[in-house]
């Protein structure tokens, strides 16, 4: 599989974290100019299988990996590691509610990485919050 590149520039960052919190406008751009990854990613960070499929199937395992690891996934932030995404591994484990990651994106200068796994965290807070209240019933 081919893995493919995940640098981008400042203000498409900007625009993946607005499509992570739930800007679908936003979303949709991304998917219709040239960034399908990061607007699907969205869809798979809500536990989407058509999406999580696409990005195994794309060449953006790692972006998966990032999901996963932000889900608890030990497994997953190894692969980081071993395959070199030390930043994703600590998006990961921010999106997972570790503080110690999070500083250590700051202390980097990888601080729109560190707003984007906050927003991951918020996002499987409230997928988790949604999950556990008995008064909810999920629409998938």
Known sequence: MDVKNISYPPKILLAWGEAISGNAAIRDWLIQNGYPELGIFTFALRNKDDAREWLMKNGFPHLMALIN?????????????????PVLEMMARVGDGDERAYQWLLEKDYREFAMIAKKIEFVKDQIEMDN????????D
């Open 69 to 85: 690891g932000a889900e608890g996934n030990s497994v997953a932030l190894e692969w980081l590691n071993r395959f070199g995404y």
């Open 132 to 139: 556990n209240d008995p008064h909810r019933i999920s629409p």
